[in-house]
């Protein structure tokens, strides 16, 4: 077996520099833990970026991948097959508003379906000229040419461009310049519920409100960006239903199957129009492999309560943060938190108290520099979740002289 550092000296041969990875590499997953080759086991408080909700190699779900692999795996979009509609009854029995659903392969590609059906739906529908998609400052939403330039930060668009027209970042919360950007050629206002890569920013409550409130008016689309918030993780199965909000569009990926790459849209019939045959499509999106073992994350996660599970974990991890926050005053600046989704916004750059950690096993990630994000899969227990408060406890002690 190779070691860290021989795969990370094989890694940079081999692959295009487009990751800072962490100095870890796994060679096993169970549970709430990765193993790596030299034999040390880390507490995954990440889950691989939100993907991996019901943690490692979930039994259930390895029971599901072999036995959907030796039945069928891919056929196409050219095909019928029933694991794919099995899903989208699930799904769309999750947003009582939604009754459409189309497959993909990762986020960026369910918001770039998003955006394309907000565009054509306008034009050949509604019969309108709106085509501009609006965005807030600060948001992520993927990394295709269209999703990047949506996105509301402009490290993911420096050497990209010309990058595509009709899209418009606005402050975050600031309804006045949402209103000024509001014009007859928008199309949709896309957002986060909580901006994610962002650093666990949730939307004011009463601004998503008036968000809403001004598409409507305006007769704009509104998308939601599930991808991250999704899947329950929130204490909400979409984030934007605890916001009171009722999307147009909802895009999801990450962890609908638990692991394996997968993105979708949810909209409504009317919305649907907008994608008639042919205009729009996939070769892998929602295949039989994929759908089945997504079909199984959504049971596992309605069978186990794991949403009602993440709201309470995630109110008592608050308070056991706050507690933290106040024994150490001056390194918290604020604690920021939706269910399982956790933001710890630090004083001062993160990366010294990320290591320490890291060092005490525990893997977590640094967002915005300064703000540490937890995403660990719902099946985390109040033990890794104390464990992690006490690891940071000594941390946060470690640098209290400095
Ligand atoms: C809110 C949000 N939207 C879109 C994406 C892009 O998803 P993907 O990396 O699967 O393309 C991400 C990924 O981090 C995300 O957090």
């Not at 239903?241 to 638990?258: E, W």
Request: proline share 5%; with cysteine; glycine share 10%.
């Amino acid at each position: 077996m190779m070691t860290t550092a021989e795969l990370r000296a094989r890694e940079r041969i081999l692959l295009c520099p487009t990751y800072a990875r962490y100095p870890l590499a796994a060679v096993r997953g169970e549970g709430m833990y990765i193993e790596t080759p030299e034999g040390e086991r880390y507490t995954d408080l990440l889950s691989g970026i939100a993907v991996c909700v019901l943690g490692h190699c979930h039994p259930e779900l390895t029971a599901a991948i072999c036995a959907q692999a030796g039945t069928l795996v891919h056929v196409s979009n050219l095909l019928y097959h029933e694991a794919q509609l099995e899903l989208a009854e699930k799904l769309l029995a999750t947003a009582p508003d939604m009754e459409r659903v189309f497959f993909c392969n990762s986020g960026a590609e369910a918001n770039e379906a998003a955006i394309k059906l907000a565009r054509r739906y306008m034009r050949e529908v509604r019969g309108e000229e709106r085509f501009r998609i609006i965005t807030l400052a600060g948001s992520f939403h993927g990394r295709t040419l269209a999703t990047l330039t949506a996105t509301g930060q402009d490290k993911v668009k420096t050497g990209f461009g010309p990058l595509p027209e009709g899209f418009s970042v606005v402050p975050f919360a600031d309804l006045t310049a949402l209103e000024a950007a509001l014009d007859t050629h928008t199309a949709a206002v896309l957002v986060e519920p909580i901006q994610g890569e962002g650093g666990v920013r949730p939307l004011p409550a009463d601004y998503a409100q008036a968000l809403a409130a001004l598409c409507h008016r305006h007769g704009v689309l509104l998308i939601c960006d599930e991808i991250q918030t999704g899947m329950g993780r929130t204490g909400h199965f979409w984030a934007s239903h605890g916001l009171g909000l009722q999307p147009d569009i909802i895009t999801t990926a990450k962890g609908l199957a638990g692991g394996l790459p997968i993105g979708a849209i949810l909209t409504t019939a009317e919305v649907a129009q907008g994608f008639p045959p042919g205009s729009h499509g996939t070769t892998f999106g929602g295949g039989a492999l994929v759908s089945r073992v997504a079909t199984t994350v959504l049971d596992i996660i309605e069978r186990d309560g794991l949403v009602e599970r993440a709201a309470q974990l995630g109110a008592w991890l608050r308070t056991r943060l706050e507690a933290v926050a106040a024994r150490h005053p001056g390194h918290i600046r604020e604690i920021r938190s939706a269910g399982l989704m956790v933001g710890i916004e630090l004083a001062r750059p993160g990366q010294p108290v990320w290591e320490a950690l890291l060092q005490q096993r525990y893997l977590v990630n640094l967002t915005q520099d300064t703000v540490l994000r937890l995403l660990p899969p719902l099946i985390v227990e109040k033990i890794h979740l104390e464990g992690f408060c006490t690891a940071l406890e000594a941390a946060l002690a470690s640098f209290a002289n400095e």
